[in-house]
């Protein structure tokens, strides 16, 4: 069983940067390909950027290229998101993922373990 934990959502300005983090236990994750998602209010859950188990580049949605950064730390077991030019359209619950099934990385089904969430808020 893989537990993941959110951290580092909050408040912030827009234009401000942001790092979330997501630290995972009980099971060694460094061959889990891993993803973020958020889920605005009203709106369905939708893909941020994935990873593959061996790192890379990453694979991130349109809207935040160039913005965001997919990373992950194996030997921590923690993956990260740093976020930086937030727009106030960026607020929402952003979800930590990961999965050893394979499969499109974007999409949601892939995933097979969940944090709960960390909510991240960009005043205009």
């Known amino acids: 069983q893989v537990q993941l934990v959110e951290s580092g959502g909050g408040l912030v300005q827009a234009g401000g940067p942001l790092r979330l983090s997501c630290a995972a236990s009980?099971?060694?994750?460094?061959?889990?390909?891993m993803g973020w998602f958020r889920q605005a209010p009203g709106k369905e859950r939708e893909f941020v950027a994935a990873?593959?188990?061996?790192?890379?580049?990453?694979d991130y949605a349109y809207s935040v290229k160039g913005r965001f950064t997919i990373s992950r730390d194996n030997a921590k077991n923690t993956l990260y998101l740093q976020m930086n030019s937030l727009k106030p359209e960026d607020t929402a619950v952003y979800y930590c993922?990961?999965?050893?099934?394979?499969?499109?990385?974007?999409?949601?089904?892939?995933?097979?373990?969940w944090g709960q969430g960390t909510q991240v808020t960009v005043s205009s």
């Open positions: 990873i593959r188990w061996s790192g890379g580049m990453g």
């Open positions: 993922a990961a999965t050893n099934r394979g499969g499109p990385l974007p999409r949601a089904y892939v995933y097979n373990y």
């Open positions: 009980g099971h060694i994750l460094s061959t889990y390909a």
